[in-house]
């Protein structure tokens, strides 16, 4: 049998043109083209008169910022390797770099906090917190809340509900010729976790290391 006696002769010429048009579409966007778009979005039945065209412009890109600045990225190992040298580099999975090691802040004896200094992918940021983020890796920060009975404020919540030190106000980020380093806001973290030892020891209030503004 053959199909094609089975199909409309007007079937066929709506099918090529919508083929024509699927090419000229694919053309314009190549190229750059305006295409005028429908309210309900449509592309193939919009004109050109009135409605609304797709502005111009290239779709966004997620490249991370070692890929447009690699100068940046060597800056920041250099910075690490002079004042965090046992940190070590890695990527994520999720293509973010992070440096990992430990701290021993002193005042409690040989404890050693476990952190993990992960770049946002649009490093350099002026955002609270900075756009490299300090998470407490051992001990989990939520089961020292837990042991507590107390949240300590000077914490921030990522989109995936995980909790990481409020190293820095925003206003406090250098962006532009001279850009906050890793190991400043790991600079940073040292100072979040001496008030928050001297809290644990007795010889500052919870009240004040809680307090904004106060360290």
Same mark, same amino acid.
């Given at each position: ?57 290239k779709l966004a890109t997620l490249t991370h910022w ?81 042991? #507590? ?34 190991a400043s806001v790991i600079a940073w973290a040292v100072?979040? #976790? ?15 290391f809680n307090e904004h503004g106060g360290l």
């Open positions: 049998m053959n199909t094609l006696s089975t199909i409309p002769a007007c079937k066929l010429a709506d099918d090529e043109a919508l083929k024509r048009k699927r090419e000229e579409l694919k053309r314009k966007l190549l190229e750059g083209k305006k295409i005028p778009i429908s309210p309900t979005g449509n592309v193939t039945q919009a004109t050109e008169k009135g409605g609304i065209s797709i502005p111009p412009g070692y890929e447009r600045d690699p100068g940046l990225l060597a800056a920041e190992k250099v910075a690490m390797a002079n004042f965090f040298p046992h940190f070590e580099l890695e990527k994520l999975e999720d293509g973010r770099m992070a440096w990992t090691g430990s701290l021993s802040i002193g005042l409690m004896g040989n404890n050693f906090w476990y952190i993990m200094a992960v770049y946002n992918n649009n490093h350099p940021q002026q955002v609270m917190g900075s756009s490299v983020r300090v998470y407490l890796i051992e001990p989990d920060i939520q089961e020292l809340i837990n042991g #507590l009975g107390w949240r300590p404020t000077h914490l921030l919540c990522d989109s995936e509900n995980q909790l990481y030190l409020c190293t820095a106000e925003a206003s406090n980020i250098k962006t532009g010729n001279e850009v906050t380093s890793a100072k979040w #976790l001496m008030a928050f030892e001297l809290v644990l020891t007795g010889d500052l209030s919870k009240e004040k």
